[in-house]
Each structure stands twice: as C-alpha cells, then as structure tokens.
C-alpha cells in the first residue's frame, strides 16, 4: 500500500519537497546575511544587506506559504487516498474473514490508522527538507573548520544513539497503545449497541462503566502516558544534546582548537538556526513510528491478501437455466481458538430450478450455518458445491453469490432499491410491492431511496423483502423471515409470497420454524447437530401439519 501511495503522490510529493527546499534555503541565506550584516566592514555593506535582506523575506514568505499549503494538501489527499484503498479492501474481503477480524477492528483501523499513516507519510517532504538542510549545514561548517566540526558531529552522533534507544522503548508503548485502541472501540461499540440494556437495568449500567469500560480507558490511559514519557524525554533530551553542543562549541572551539573568532560565531549562528530543523526530525520521530504501528496493524488484519472489489463493470451474466443447485459432501467447521469449534457436514442437499426447499431443525443445529455455505459467505472446508454444470470455486464465487437474494436474521436494510443490473429503482416499480405488504402508508421510495420513520422489526423485514423483489434474483433464501410477522403475514408469507415466487420461476429456501407450512413445501430437509437429512417425499402431509 505504501509503495502504491508513494508511486501515486509521487508529484505533489516532489512539488511539495521543492518548495519546502526552496523555502528553507531562503531561510539559510537570510541567516548568512544576518551574519554578514553582524560582521559588516562598512555602512554602505550593511546597507545593501538590507535590500537583499527584505527581498529574501518576501520571497521566503511567499513560497514558505505555497509549500505549507502544498503539504495540507498533500496530507488531506493522503487520508483520502488511503481511505479509498481501505474501503475497497474492507469490500473485497471475505464475509466469513470480517466477521473473524471483527467490526470494531475494522472501525478502529478505518479511523486511527488511516489518520496515522496519512501523518507519517505527509511529513515525509519537510522531513527530507530539514534533513538536507542539516547535511547542508554541516558541509558549510566542515568547510570552515573541520576539526571542530569533528566536536559537533561526536557530540550530536552520541546523542542520537541514545536517543533511538529511547525511541525504540516509544516504539514498543505505541504499539500496545493500539492494542488498547481495539478494546476501547469495542467498549464504545457496546455502548451504543446495548444502549437499551443499560438504559433499562441500573446494576448493567453500574458493571459496564465501572468493571469494563473505566479498567479499558485506564489501560488506554496508562498505555498512552507510557508513550508520551518516552517521546518527551527523548525530545527533551534532544534539546539538551543541542544545547550541550553549543556549549561544547564555544568552550572547545575558544579554548582547545582555537578557532577565528568570525569562524565561532558562525559555527553559533548555524546552531541555533539548525535546532529548528534538528528538533523537527526528531519530533518526526515520533509521527514515523505512529504510522509503522498502525501500518503493521492494517497488515495484521490480512486486508491486503484477499480478492479485490469486483468492479460493476466485471458483473457477469447470470445462469438462466441452471437446472439443479447441488452441494455433495459439503463440511464447514469455525475456525476459532476453541477446542471444538462447531462444524457442520458431510451435508448432500440440491434444489431444483422453481422448487420451494424448506430447512427446519433445532436451534443451533447448523441451518444459518449451511446457509451462509451455500449461497457462498463461508467457503467450505470440503465437498463440492454445483449450480448447473458449473463447479464454484475461488474463481466464480462472486458470479454465483450473484444468484441469491436474501434475507438473514440479521439482515441489514439499506436505504437504496436496487435491480437487478444494480441500478435505482422508481416509485411506480416498487409502489404495488409496497401495497402488497402493507408498507405503502408507511414509506415512500423517491429517486430509489427509501423514505421511512421508524420501523418495526416486522415492517423492516417486509421492506427487505420488498428489496429482495427488486433485486430479482435466481434464488432467495430466507432465514426465519416470518418469525416477526404477525399471523395474517405468516400465513401470506407462506401461502401468497412463495407460491408466487416460485410461480415467477424462482427458487426459494426457506428456513423455518413454522411448522404449520411444513407440508408447502416441494422438498424439506431436516438439519441436526450439522448433519442434514432430506425427509421422506412420500410422508402424508398431516405429519408436518
Ligand atoms: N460466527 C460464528 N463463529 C463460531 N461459531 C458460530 C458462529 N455462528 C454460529 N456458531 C455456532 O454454530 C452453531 C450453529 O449455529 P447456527 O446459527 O447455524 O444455528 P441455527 O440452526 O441457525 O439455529 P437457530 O434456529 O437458532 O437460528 C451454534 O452452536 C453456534 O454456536
Ligand atoms: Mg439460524
């Protein structure tokens, strides 16, 4: 990501150097004419200083303010840029992988880490300016006395040393500050989340903010106060080492190699100009190792070594005569930390083209579970997953998640209605869907976006389902979608909804509970502890009744 920033920013990135050189060899000029000025032989002389004096000012003033800009707008274009990349690789990445990484890892990255990097890498430019700016001067004092030069360098090289030991104990409180970071975004993310728990029940309240939330923000608190100790004394220290060289400079440079006296002052005057830019490298310190924290961070995530975002462009034909979608032997375990993590399969199950396929069984037997397999979330460990004649693998998972339409427990309602060819959907579309489910009174669709008040868990899963009509797709499945519909809906649910669905030609799965419609559908499959059994076909109805 980082060479791709660097490779893309490589313009303003050299703009923003030239400029920030620009700006700081007029500051090193408009010294050398101080010190000129100081050591004038005549009026006259200190006279036409002056002229070039005030001409060097403005133009240090004007370019030290378009460099300055140049940075902003390096640093703004930065966070966008690595934004923009994060989004796409949160996109690109598996279901099943972000749900492992976890939504507050992904928020929290989203938001520190992005800022973080974006910091270390604007700096980049002004580091390199003030860098050269302390070579620059140092060949100029080499130049007017080496062996004092000599001085200055051991002292400052020995300072610096100590300094990176500092540095690097920073390093390590960094990195556990941003562990830390997790926690707290997780705590936030209860806050909010459970919001109702804790309004309702005090002792919850009382247990959140004292035991989780206060002991987080401590280890936040304690983390980031360990980091700042390193950073301000590795700062102080810094200007201590300076300070000492100055000293060091006059008492050595009168006393032992005994310097001209122009020579001295000179030797002054740059360092006390080259604090400035000694103190910004080692405050960049600081910025640096914040963005390597955080960039490792993002490396630890895997966000990089998953599939790209498909672009809308690469959209393929879906199957239109598909037969028969068939899984063979299909496993699926969690992968978790867990001794025993639950699996499901060998799982064989198929559904034809226009058939009504119910899943019923106990709870936590595995139905979602296969669910997710099956319509390509989870990427199964073993078995063999077929739509038509086309075998999925890593290469078309995408062109067959493609197929499905569907409605989870924990759906998510997004305000937009999208066709099937992904584009907006108008009113007129949608309106009689709408009267259908009774949602006509309640919401309103303008330029394909949804305009709707609070709504309740049942008329939030009507207006999914009003979604998943517009998508149109080959397959719907639909987790326990009746289960918040009062009776009426139930019944239409079963009786209007999918015969409807499969009157149009499409395929539907339907997991459920309702054992009332069992004997609806064309086939069922009877799920236990991740095992599936397809019931018997020639059963009397009056048994699922
Ligand atoms: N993300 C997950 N990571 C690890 N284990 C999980 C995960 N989701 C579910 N499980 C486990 O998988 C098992 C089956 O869960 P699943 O949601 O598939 O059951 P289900 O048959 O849909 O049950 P229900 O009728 O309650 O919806 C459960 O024991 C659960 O603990
Ligand atoms: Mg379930």
């Known amino acids: ?49 002056a002229g070039i004096f005030l001409l060097a000012l403005l133009g240090m003033l004007a370019i030290g303010f378009f460099s300055q800009w140049l940075l902003a707008q390096l640093g703004t274009s930065l ?28 928020l929290a990255t989203v938001t520190t880490d992005v800022a973080s990097i974006a910091e270390s890498l ?31 360098f051991t002292i400052l090289f020995l300072g610096a040393g100590l300094s990176t030991m500092i540095m690097r104990k920073g390093e390590k409180c960094f990195t556990e500050l941003r562990e830390q970071e997790d926690g707290l975004f997780n705590t936030f993310k209860t806050l909010v989340d459970g919001s109702k728990e804790l309004n309702i029940n005090q002792h919850r309240r009382d247990f959140f ?21 390193f950073w301000i004394l590795n700062q102080n220290w810094a200007g201590s080492v300076l300070f000492l060289g100055l ?41 640096v190792f914040k963005g390597k924290v955080a960039y490792q961070k993002i490396q630890s995530l895997n966000l990089f070594e998953h599939e790209q975002v498909e672009q809308r462009s ?37 559904v034809s083209q226009g058939e009504v396929v119910y899943i019923r069984g106990s709870n936590g037997s595995g139905k979602s579970t296969f669910a997710k397999v099956l319509v390509g979330l989870y990427q199964a460990q073993k078995g063999e997953l077929r739509l038509g004649d086309k075998c999925i693998d890593k290469d078309n998972i995408q062109w067959y998640r493609n197929h499905f339409s569907t409605i989870f427990s924990d759906f998510y309602l997004f305000e937009h209605i999208l066709d099937k060819h992904g584009a907006l959907v108008e009113q007129a579309e949608v309106q009689a869907h709408l009267e259908k489910l009774q949602m006509a009174d309640k919401v309103s669709v303008r330029d394909g976006k949804l305009t709707m008040t609070t709504l309740s868990q049942g008329q939030r899963k009507r207006l999914a389902m009003i979604l998943a009509y517009a998508e149109d797709a080959a397959i719907y499945l639909f987790d326990e979608w009746a289960a918040d519909q009062d ?19 499409k395929t539907v799965i339907v997991i459920s509970h309702d054992d009332r419609y069992f004997h609806l559908a064309d086939r069922m499959y ?12 020639e059963q009397p109805q009056e048994q699922f009744a």
């Open 1 to 49: 990501m980082i060479q791709e920033l660097v490779k893309k920013f490589k313009g303003p990135f050299i703009w923003a150097t030239v400029f920030s050189a620009l700006s700081s060899i007029l500051s090193i000029s408009l010294i050398t004419l101080v010190n000129e000025g100081v050591n004038a032989a005549s009026e006259d002389d200190l006279r036409g200083l």
């Open 79 to 106: 966070v966008y840029k690595i934004r923009l990349i994060l989004l796409k690789r949160v996109l690109g990445v598996n279901y099943e992988n972000l749900e492992r990484i976890g939504g507050h890892r992904v």
């Open 122 to 152: 604007s700096i980049i430019p002004i580091f390199a300016v003030n860098f050269a700016t302390i070579l620059g001067c140092f060949t100029y004092l080499g130049y007017l006395s080496f062996p004092l030069f000599l001085v200055l």
């Open 209 to 229: 903010y004292k035991d989780l939330a206060t002991p987080n923000l401590d280890q936040v608190k304690s983390a980031e106060m360990s980091a700042n100790f």
């Open 247 to 287: 000293g060091l400079l006059v008492y050595i440079g009168s006393l032992v190699v005994k310097v001209p006296h122009e020579v001295l002052t000179s030797f002054v005057l740059f360092m006390i100009y080259l604090m400035g830019p000694i103190g910004f490298v080692m405050r960049s310190f600081s910025s």
């Open 314 to 350: 690469a959209v393929q034909e879906r199957l239109k005569d598909w037969q028969t979608l068939s899984a063979k032997g299909l496993c699926y375990s969690y992968r978790q930390e867990q001794e025993t993590p639950f699996s499901i399969g060998p799982i064989d199950f198929s």
């Open 487 to 505: 009776p009426y809906f139930r019944d239409y649910f079963y009786r209007e909804l999918l015969p409807e669905l499969k009157s149009r030609g």
């Open 526 to 537: 009877q799920f236990d502890s991740g095992t599936a059994v397809l019931e018997n076909q």
